[in-house]
């Protein structure tokens, strides 16, 4: 009989997170994987609140060892899928947000280091106040958008504002803050102002290719050093040729390849936690767009477990 679930065949069982075993207890699990089936924040197009089960679906593709990096996730930490911190009042914005902001609180408390697959991207906010109990920490955020928006239709809370509010909050040092793929038409020229006066680097698309992704991951590195960093990864920050299937696309966006590149470059960096959003099933009923953020997930397993390995290693010499 086959012990690990990751050598079976990929069609069969119940779909979790990479294959991986679904835990209720956080005892012994190093790393959670976690759905996040909310878009309530949504300014237009709704249906990531499907996300997590399609890029569940998906990530049985993935197989347990990085063939570029070397990084065998599964060998460093103990991860498992931990199931979906599901909002009790999907309805009302607020109350999802501080149920989430429970569930992942409970995560943090057992010592799980979180990597969650949303949903629109106003659950990173609750995410966010759930890790940073102990004072602001460092974002890395891969978006079309820098969802520093202001009050909309009457709601500061969307998804098109939960960094915004995370500085407010204290959540986030934006001057240990860098976004990277912004562009688009606007609403008005000082759309994302709120970015700039305070302090976050701002990487728009012109920049990017007149950087190229070396000087991407040098940039990163320089801005956050060793400052405890959540990532974040909108799809939307792909082209969407490659990531139709989300919420608000922007045509001119990096590749699947360059995201991956990026990612991988992260390497280094004290990675406390980490999110894929705005995967929207409904726009893309082939699965791909699901497998790009099962892919995106991935990686960003691989670069949490070395981190969080490393960080054990130091404390055991």
């Not at 360059?258 to 992260?266: H, P, T, V, Y």
Request: aromatic share 8%.
């Amino acid at each position: 009989m086959i012990q690990d679930q990751q050598q079976l065949p990929r069609y069969s069982g119940i779909a979790t997170f990479m294959r991986c075993a679904y835990e209720e207890s956080l005892e012994g699990i190093d790393i959670g994987l976690i759905g996040v089936p909310f878009d309530g924040g949504v300014t237009n197009r709704t249906g990531t609140r499907h996300g997590p089960r399609d890029i569940r679906v998906q990530s049985t593709l993935m197989r347990s060892v990085n063939q570029s990096t070397g990084i065998a996730p599964f060998e460093l930490c103990k991860v498992a899928d931990v199931g979906d911190a599901l909002p009790e009042s999907p309805f009302e914005l607020e109350r999802s947000h501080k149920s989430i902001q429970d569930f992942f609180e409970k995560v943090v408390e057992a010592g799980v280091l979180p990597i969650s697959a949303g949903g629109d991207h106003s659950i990173s906010l609750p995410i966010l106040r759930a890790l940073a109990k102990n004072g602001p920490i460092a974002l890395v955020h891969f978006d079309a958008h820098c969802d520093t928006g202001g009050n909309y239709l009457g709601s500061k809370f969307h998804h098109g504002s939960p960094f915004r509010v995370a500085v407010e909050e204290g959540l986030i040092d934006p001057k240990k803050t860098i976004q990277i793929g912004i562009r688009g038409s606007l609403n008005h020229k000082e759309m994302w102002k709120f970015s700039h006066d305070s302090g976050m680097r701002v990487i728009y698309m012109d920049e990017f290719y007149d950087l190229g992704v070396d000087g991407i991951i040098k940039e990163i590195h320089k801005i956050i050093g060793e400052t405890p960093t959540y990532v974040t990864f909108d799809v939307d920050g792909l082209d969407p040729a490659f990531a139709v299937g989300t919420g608000t696309p922007e045509v001119g966006g990096f590749t699947t390849f360059e995201a991956i590149e990026m990612i991988r470059g992260l390497t280094g960096l004290h990675i406390v936690g980490g999110d894929v959003v705005e995967v929207s099933p409904p726009f893309d009923p082939s699965g791909a767009t699901a497998l790009v953020g099962a892919t995106m997930m991935f990686e960003l397993l691989c670069i949490a477990a070395e981190s969080l390995a490393q960080r054990k290693d130091s404390l055991a010499c």
